[in-house]
Nanobody
Framework: QVQLVESGGGLVQAGGSLRLSCAASRSILGVYFMGWYRQAPGKQRELIASISRGGGINYADSVKGRFSISNDNSKNTLYLQMNSLKPEDTAVYYC??????????WGQGTQVTVSF
């Protein structure tokens, strides 16, 4: 199994930006799916951005046009660029990588807090 370590969370004012990183402990030869989820207090974890095996990128409507997902295979790192942040973006953010053999890997989560 792959260890995923997220970083880049923190406290930011509304309208600000953050970039989250998700570093894998080793290179992954076959990836089926990569995504970023978030979970706000009292709410279910939701998928907000993803990259499919074929390279297709999808975003939840709530972040479309503001967030951007990308990956750097040379660094074994997945990113989430978050711009124009809103207080409702406050949540714990998790990265998820599903390997080609369907092994499901999660990061430990990083807190993002957006103040008014």
């Amino acid at each position: 199994q792959v260890q995923l370590v997220e970083s880049g969370g923190g406290l930011v004012q509304a309208g600000g930006s953050l970039r989250l990183s998700c570093a894998a402990s080793r290179s992954i030869l076959g990836v089926y799916f990569m995504g970023w989820y978030r979970q706000a207090p009292g709410k279910q974890r939701e998928l907000i951005a993803s990259i499919s095996r074929g390279g297709g990128i999808n975003y939840a409507d709530s972040v479309k046009g503001r967030f951007s997902i990308s990956n750097d295979n040379s660094k074994n790192t997945l990113y989430l660029q978050m711009n124009s942040l809103k207080p409702e973006d406050t949540a714990v953010y998790y990265c998820n990588v599903v390997e080609i053999n369907y092994v499901n890997n999660w990061g430990q989560g990083t807190q993002v807090t957006v103040s008014f």
